[in-house]
């Protein structure tokens, strides 16, 4: 029993550390299918963090919190679309631009307004987004196998955690049963053929990056609202670079980029729970190793395991008329 | 004369310092297939893209069925019942048939709707004008007539009452080109207005109504077809007499410089391409190989060049072996005086970003004249590509220009300066002309004998009968990877179509 309450553990942590991945790598789902390459989630999603926390702090309310983190990054999301699509300029440079600009400036605004070496102020209960216990949780709880598992695992989770799932399925609908997921998929593939069909492509790939700063910003204030009551610097950790690595990995569709979250996210909860375990056989791993594990992984499953990824084949080109 | 569909008056455009079209006028019957010809660059493309919305006129008009109206964007054309085939498809590769005959022309919100719309819509079509493609099918895996076919739904689709298309036959082969004929007198039958662009003189004369001809920007005359000829509307094109023929004097064939013996080449699947294949070339003499596309010609030429491993056979370059592995160095090759100028120059022939200069002595780029120690000697290099350009009135004669801005005849012509200029006493030539205008062709075949006249052995490998029959002092003809005839310069057309077609081959076996 102990063997099967370690197991609901991880999962529970599995699913609490996947949803930032799946958050971010929907997001990058939406704008690298209409074409444009975004190395600039990981920005994002610290804006979005830096502000949520922020807003949040001040006018104590996480809904507050939430729409603010979404409008930044959303604002950011569009200084990325005007540099790649009105300006054409390369989208890998505009997107590390984005991080760096992220990355300094939460810094210097969190010491500059609040004075905390950049961290923000802790938040209190209601400046959060609290875990939504499900009706009959508490009643079932010690039912074996069956209790744990709804009450652990479906149970007991911020509304965001639910949301992030929620728009799996919503983005499947989207793109495939839609007239904008059609034209964005079109858009991604050949936009010649969707200028010539007599569609504004600039004006549909703005619409997938706002989709795309949406999805950051919520992502960004799941972080600093939810897995943890404040902003920290640099607490994004990589996550926006290695949604990216699942959506390659998923091969940018929505069911498998919530699978291949889940599998990052596994790996992280097992290296944390394995964390100066001793290993069967091996014996004492050192915690550095267990750290670096999803990341060598990461590099592993990209390297040959996923077989063929073909990313939509207008991705990182600027549009041109041509003559 | 029925009435117009459309009417073009007075149309200016300009790209930069570009007049690309000046004071065009044109006027189109309804009902009718009426074809544009002109040389590459002529400003046919542009003056269809401004009808289609996708660039606006610097000035003029254009009426609708009578009246004038003004097409800002490809909606406006879409909504007047205009709709075009572009030379490169617009379609999604990844996309089902319906998704991209609907993209762009969605009910609403939803697809549901759109999608059985589309497929309704499609077997009407299918019925009235024979139109059959399935729409389940994605599109990268139908063959490029189809593709086309799936194009021409797209435009009706939508509605359209005026087709436009561009270059259609480019990517076609003969029996495609023929059932896309036989498509478009249908839709002429059924009312629609069909405006062909092309550039070649054999489909205008077998399919439209009524011809204009462009050249440089200007509109210089339209004709009924079944009044006009080929040899007028050549001429009109180029704005001179243009030799279908070219005059060459008899040949002097001296010594044997390439000797191929029991040649056979496999593909990569093991595929026999070229099956004991023996021939000599000879100084002073053009030997043309003649086939239809895909008969084994590529192979035996990527071969001889050393590019290509052989299974067996050998090759002699003056009486020396050629390396057949297909691990030739192709600069001990050029040093041993054999120029190749390849069937595909945009993929072997030019680095299409590269400027003219650097193209023009790429491969050569080792040849001490270029250098000064391990540097390039760029005034050398100018002052050589000056020349070349000069000589072989490359245009715009600008060294600097990226050879991408170059038209596909010039570019042509960039390549054999730089083959030909140095001199070599071999040269094989692949498609010498494809995708070349007429101007350029004519200058091209006059070079080519003059290499022959000079002494040089030169081996020249088309699919354009013309060509190889106006050309060459010995003709071969290969069919399924053998050589199966040789031909003095005097055989018909007829003749040779029936050895390029296996005929004689297939009776012989037997």
Request: hydrophobic fraction near 45%.
């Amino acid at each position: 029993m102990d063997m099967f309450n370690a197991i609901i553990q991880v999962l529970d942590s599995t699913i609490r550390l996947s949803v930032p991945l799946l958050l971010a790598c929907l997001a990058g789902l939406y704008s690298e299918r209409a074409g444009i390459f975004d190395i600039g989630l990981e920005g994002k999603m610290l804006v979005g963090a830096f502000a949520g926390a922020s807003a949040a702090a001040v006018f104590h309310s996480a809904l507050i919190g939430l729409g603010t983190a979404v409008l930044i990054s959303v604002a950011f999301a569009l200084v990325h679309g005007f540099a790649s699509i009105t300006h054409r300029g390369n989208q890998i440079v505009s997107g590390v631009a984005i991080n760096f600009i992220a990355a300094g400036s939460t810094i210097i605004l969190g010491q500059a307004w609040f004075q905390q070496g950049g961290r923000t102020p802790a938040l209190q209960p209601a400046e959060r987004f609290e875990a939504i216990i499900w009706p009959g949780a508490e009643a079932i709880k010690d039912v074996p196998i069956i209790g744990p598992i709804y009450a652990e695992l479906i149970s007991g989770h911020s509304i965001l955690v639910y949301f992030a799932f929620a728009m799996v399925p919503f983005t499947w609908w989207v793109l495939f049963r839609t007239r904008f997921g059609l034209r964005m998929r079109a858009v991604g593939e050949n936009p010649a053929a969707v200028d010539t069909a007599g569609i504004s492509v600039a004006w549909l790939r703005y619409r997938a990056l706002i989709c795309t700063g949406i999805l950051t910003g919520v992502a960004g204030a799941y972080l600093s609202m939810v897995q943890n009551g404040g902003f920290v610097k640099d607490m994004t950790a990589g996550k926006g670079y290695i949604a990216l690595a699942a959506l390659i990995f998923a091969k940018w569709k929505p069911v498998n980029a919530m699978f291949a979250c889940l599998l990052f996210g596994f790996l992280d909860a097992a290296a944390i729970r394995l964390q100066g375990s001793p290993l069967p056989i091996i014996g004492k791993v050192p915690v550095q190793f267990m750290q670096a594990l999803p990341y060598v992984l990461t590099v592993i499953l990209l390297a040959g395991f996923i077989g063929k990824a073909i990313p939509p084949r207008a991705g990182g080109v600027p549009y041109v008329k041509e003559r | 004369m029925a009435q117009a569909a459309i009417e073009l008056i007075g149309i200016n455009k300009s790209f930069g310092a570009v007049r690309a079209n000046r004071d065009i006028n044109l006027e189109v019957a309804r009902g009718t297939i009426h074809g544009i010809v002109g040389e590459n660059g002529a400003g046919k493309s542009t003056l269809m893209s401004i009808l289609y919305g996708f660039y606006q006129a610097d000035s003029g008009e254009i009426h609708v069925g009578g009246k004038p109206v003004s097409i800002n964007t490809s909606n406006d054309a879409i909504a007047l019942g205009i709709g075009m085939v572009h030379q490169h498809f617009m379609l999604v590769d990844n996309f089902t048939v319906l998704e991209n005959i609907i993209l762009g022309a969605e009910n609403d919100v939803l697809l549901k709707s759109s999608i059985a719309k589309a497929r309704s819509e499609l077997d009407r079509l299918e019925r009235e004008y024979g139109l059959e493609v399935d729409p389940d099918a994605v599109i990268e895996e139908l063959p490029v007539g189809l593709q086309q076919r799936v194009e021409i739904l797209k435009a009706l689709y939508r509605g359209a009452e005026i087709l436009i298309l561009d270059e259609p036959t480019g990517v076609l082969t003969p029996a495609e080109a023929d059932h896309l004929f036989r498509i478009l007198k249908q839709l002429k039958e059924q009312g629609k207005t069909i405006v062909l662009i092309t550039h070649k003189l054999r489909e205008i004369m077998a399919i439209t109504d009524t011809v204009s001809v462009m050249r440089q920007g200007t509109m210089v005359a339209t004709r009924m077809t079944k009044e006009t000829t080929v040899g007028e509307l050549a001429e009109l094109m180029v704005g001179r007499r243009v030799l279908l023929r070219v005059e060459k004097g008899q040949s002097e064939a001296g010594a044997v410089k390439l000797s191929v013996k029991n040649l056979t080449v496999k593909d990569s699947r093991g595929v026999t391409m070229v099956d004991n294949v023996s021939f000599d070339v000879r100084g002073g003499e053009i030997v043309g190989i003649a086939g239809v596309a895909g008969n084994g010609q590529s192979e035996l030429l990527e071969a001889i060049s050393g590019i290509r491993h052989a299974v067996s056979g050998e090759v002699m370059l003056d009486g020396k072996p050629i390396d057949l592995t297909g691990k030739a160095d192709p600069g001990e090759l050029r040093d041993r005086g054999l120029a190749h100028v390849p069937e595909d120059r945009h993929h072997v022939g030019l680095v299409l970003a590269f400027e003219e200069n650097e193209n023009s002595i790429l491969g050569y780029h080792d040849d001490e004249r270029y250098l000064k120690g391990p540097f390039l000697d760029v005034d050398a290099i100018m002052a050589d590509a000056k020349d070349k350009i000069e000589k072989y009135d490359i245009r715009p004669g600008n060294p600097r220009l990226k050879t991408a801005n170059f038209s596909g005849g010039n570019q042509q012509k960039i390549v054999l300066a730089r083959e030909m200029e140095q001199d070599p006493g071999v040269l094989i030539v692949g498609q010498p002309t494809r995708g070349v205008d007429v101007g350029a062709i004519e200058f091209i075949h006059k070079r080519l004998i003059a290499m022959r006249d000079q002494g040089k052995a030169v081996l020249v490998v088309s699919v354009e009968l013309d060509e190889i029959r106006s050309l060459s002092d010995r003709i071969l003809v290969m069919f399924a990877g053998r050589v199966v005839g040789e031909r003095g310069p005097d055989a018909t057309e007829g003749e040779l179509g029936l050895l390029m077609a296996g005929v004689e081959h297939q009776e012989a076996a037997e």
